[in-house]
């Protein structure tokens, strides 16, 4: 006897599965072939066993009716796949992980000893498992309790760049805290900026003033004005990050013994200045003495009289030539290598 | 959702006050506004810091090396920050 094909549409096929399947019930996939072969005789009537009685378990008539449980439980899984599938044939539903072994021979998803059902009995189609809890979620109150350490990391993290996803998942690695939404973990950046801004401008702020007022109060004189600009300056460079306090302290000491030393040099030149303005004064005098003591040696010998109009000439000359390098700012006047009777 | 003018004012008084004679230049000004959602444009911005200059709320100057606009709060903004500060 030649098998026959079974011709019965797909669409009454699919119909007939869709119906429920309720205990002594002829098997829907037996009737539908039935109905399309009505010449033959049905083949359930020689080969198939007998039909499973009224109080068969749901095991029992998953064994005996296996087309029908097969179409059953894909269509089931197919319900299943959008809350999450891995790669490995394990699913896994809002924390907890089922693994099923893949039936070779009819295609049916058969839960391993080891693990618990896919799907609890009742549970609607579509529906996710109410026994199944989820994992315990993260908080913005577990972000505010990190150490300043960890949450100034978390903040340069975002100012770099990062997005937050990638944030959420280094917060999840590193420190434990996982999060489903990118809500907290943004209000919590917005928070940690806001005192980061806070705090930087307060310190900026403060120790700006703080050069200001040692560079005011020491003995060295600032215009207000330069203090004014270097403070500034240093708040800009604090609040830019490009300063902190103890560069500021650095840059205080270096500016006060760089001006220290300005002015030690200033100092020292006023007093050469003085010292040379009294020597040039002791010498007019000590020469005005000896012009004097040589006029009255002249009037009492006119034989020299001559001489001295010579002498006193080129005096002149020689007091016109001191005149001219003294007005010369960049040479040194050779005051203090003359002698006086030169 | 747009920021109001109130909270603009507030979000900028927060900022200003803690540099206090130090000018702030307007770029800096504009980031640290932005910080938080929403955002703040810098037309809402200027139209608020010009409004403010007019009450002698804010000054500002042009920096002459970097060439940036600088804004600081004069006295009375820094009383006006101090009395919301208070109210706060």
């Not at chain 1, 205080?252 to 002015?263: I, K």
């Not at chain 1, 100092?267 to 040589?294: C, G, P, T, V």
Request: glycine letters at 4%; one cysteine or more; a positive charge.
């Amino acid at each position: 006897m030649t098998k026959r094909k079974d011709h019965t549409p797909w669409s009454r096929r699919d119909a007939a599965l869709r119906t429920p399947l309720s205990a002594g019930e002829a098997p829907v996939a037996e009737a539908s072939a039935a109905g399309a072969s009505r010449c033959r005789k049905p083949r359930s009537a020689t080969k198939r066993p007998p039909k499973p009685a009224a109080s068969a378990t749901p095991e029992d008539r998953s064994e005996s009716e296996p087309p029908v449980v097969a179409r059953r439980v894909a269509k089931r899984r197919d319900t299943i796949a959008p809350y999450k599938r891995s790669s490995s044939s394990g699913v896994s539903v809002a924390g907890s992980s089922v693994t099923l072994a893949e039936d070779a021979t009819n295609g049916i998803d058969t839960p391993r000893p080891s693990g618990p059902p896919l799907l609890l009995e009742g549970t609607p189609a579509g529906e996710a498992p109410a026994a199944v809890t989820p994992a315990k979620l993260a908080t913005i109150d577990d972000l505010r309790a990190l150490d300043e350490e960890t949450r100034g990391h978390i903040a340069d993290f975002v100012i770099s760049g990062a997005p937050i996803p990638t944030l959420r998942r280094m917060l999840e690695a590193e420190q434990g805290l996982r999060f489903t939404e990118d809500a907290p973990v943004v209000e919590f950046y917005q928070e940690e900026a806001r005192r980061r801004w806070q705090n930087t401008f307060d310190t900026a702020s403060a120790d700006a003033d703080a050069m200001i007022n040692v560079l005011r109060h020491s003995d060295l004189d600032f215009s207000e004005v330069l203090l004014k600009a270097l403070g500034q300056q240093a708040f800009r460079m604090i609040t830019q990050r490009e300063l902190n306090t103890k560069q500021v302290e650095k840059f205080t000491r270096l500016l006060l013994q760089a001006r220290g030393q300005d002015v030690s040099r200033t100092r020292a030149k006023e007093a050469l200045a003085l010292q040379r303005e009294k020597m040039e004064r002791q010498f007019q005098s000590d020469l005005e003495k000896a012009l004097n003591a040589l006029a009255d040696e002249i009037k009492a010998h006119p034989e020299v009289r001559e001489s001295f109009v010579f002498f006193r000439a080129k005096l002149k000359e020689a007091m016109r030539a001191k005149a001219k390098i003294k007005k010369m700012p960049a040479q040194t006047p050779p005051l203090l290598e003359e002698t006086p009777g030169a | 959702m747009k920021t109001t003018v109130p909270i603009l004012r507030a979000k900028l008084l927060r900022a200003l006050k803690p540099c206090g004679s130090y000018w702030l230049d307007e770029d800096t000004l504009h980031i640290q506004l932005n910080l938080a959602h929403p955002g703040v444009t810098r037309d809402e911005l200027l139209v608020v810091l010009r409004a403010w200059k007019e009450k002698d709320y804010v000054d500002f100057r042009v920096d002459e090396l970097s060439g940036l606009t600088e804004w600081r709060l004069t006295a009375s903004g820094r009383q006006l920050a101090e009395r919301s500060s208070v109210a706060q």
